[in-house]
């Protein structure tokens, strides 16, 4: 049996949420993405939501044809307990990372996530690494913003 690396493609990656509402207004309105797709398992008491970015090359396609896509996994009932909250990896033993985004223009992409009210990690101006910014989404999951010079309009 064989199989083509070259058709190998990087799908999605799946983060586990307290609350989707919370984490689909943060990903949608802060960060611009799309709501692609929701999968909806009432009795495994579960949801999933599929977000990513829309461009030329991805419209039309079905989700498991398209690629940087990020999945919220609600297990429902989470939401409503106060004292509830997922280990992102980044805690003190730390492990996981962040996702990152690009962005045309760095400090006016921060200055609206301040009027979001979206909660900052590390700004510009913080550090030594002025070429970058860190948000969280409401689940505490890292999200680096980058400023890609050639979205510049």
Do not use: W
Not at 104 to 109: E, G, I, S
């Amino acid at each position: 049996m064989t199989t083509d690396l070259s058709t190998y493609r990087y799908n999605h990656t799946m983060y586990r949420i307290k609350d989707p509402k919370a984490s689909i207004k943060f990903y949608t309105e802060a960060l611009g993405m799309k709501l692609i797709e929701e999968h909806h398992s009432p009795e495994a008491k579960f949801s999933l939501y599929f977000l990513g970015y829309e461009d030329p090359a991805s419209q039309g396609l079905v989700r498991l044809g398209r690629q940087g896509l990020l999945e919220l996994t609600h297990n429902h009932g989470t939401e409503d307990d106060a004292e509830f909250a997922y280990n992102t990896g980044n805690g003190d033993i730390g492990g996981y990372g962040h996702i990152a985004i690009t962005v045309d223009d760095l400090q006016a992409a921060c200055d609206r996530f301040e009027q979001l009210g979206v909660n900052f990690i590390k700004r510009p101006q913080d550090g030594r690494m002025k070429h970058i910014a860190f948000i969280a989404d409401p689940d505490g999951y890292r999200v680096e913003i980058l400023e890609n010079p050639s979205l510049k309009k």
